[in-house]
């Protein structure tokens, strides 16, 4: 137990904080922890958790219509996982047929930390999409 | 989440067609299709396997990916609204 932690406990042994204080002040020790170290592992708690679509709409046929989607990130993560089994020569093949759509990218680099690094940043994201009929909106809870 | 192998268990469904005053509830118990599957999976194995190795693929790593793949979709939630029709869908 380092230092800081066992001061944040002392802090809730002696009544200063409260117990949710302590829960937070600890998950933030946590991430700087990680940060300073140059890992990406979070606590589960901290983890970006889903990814939810939201559509308003109001069609002049069917009326208003409202559509929910909540994706587990957990799916995007298994996904990437996939990729790792995917054979060398078929590998080449997608950075190549990548290449040819002029997307420089190579999918040897996905890494799972490279995916938490990503996924972390999506926590910021929010798509707001406002037209006269039709609202959308997409982000990471 | 973490760590989880097996894929969903059960679904909830709620369909209201269009007309209907009530909707019908669902609780669907989809390991009783994984239980029904499983058989034909372990029959296709052997395929799988010399299909794997034929096309050098990691054979177990794929198979852990599949199935991490299906247990993903634990938390999957599916809502379609309007006036008249009302269908959502949960995965457990």
């Known amino acids: 137990m380092n230092d800081n932690r066992r001061q944040v406990l002392e802090m809730l042994a002696n009544g200063k904080i409260t117990a949710a204080e302590a829960e937070r002040l600890i998950a933030a020790l946590e991430r700087s922890g990680n940060h300073g170290a140059g890992a990406t592992a979070m606590s589960e708690a901290d983890k970006v958790k889903y990814l939810r679509v939201l559509v308003d709409t109001k069609d002049p046929l069917d009326g208003p219509t409202k559509v929910n989607v909540r994706v587990p990130m957990q799916l995007l993560r298994a996904g990437v996982r996939l990729t790792g089994v995917i054979p060398a020569s078929a590998r080449d093949e997608v950075n190549n047929a990548l290449r040819k759509e002029g997307i420089a990218f190579d999918i040897n680099n996905i890494t799972p930390q490279n995916l938490e690094e990503l996924i972390e940043q999506l926590r910021e994201l929010t798509v707001d999409v406002d037209n006269e009929n039709t609202k959308v909106r997409v982000f990471c809870e | ?92």
């Open chain 2, 1 to 92: 989440m973490k760590g989880e192998i097996l894929p969903p268990m059960t679904a909830t469904v709620h369909v209201k067609p269009a007309g209907w005053r009530h909707g019908i509830r669902l609780w669907v118990p989809l390991f009783l299709f994984w239980l029904l599957l499983l058989p034909l999976a372990v029959l296709a194995l052997p395929f799988l396997f010399v299909a794997a190795v034929i096309f050098g693929v990691r054979f177990w790593a794929s198979i852990r990916a599949g199935l991490s793949l299906l247990a993903a979709f634990h938390g999957t939630k599916v809502e379609v609204e309007n006036a008249n029709t009302r269908i959502f869908v949960n995965l457990h």
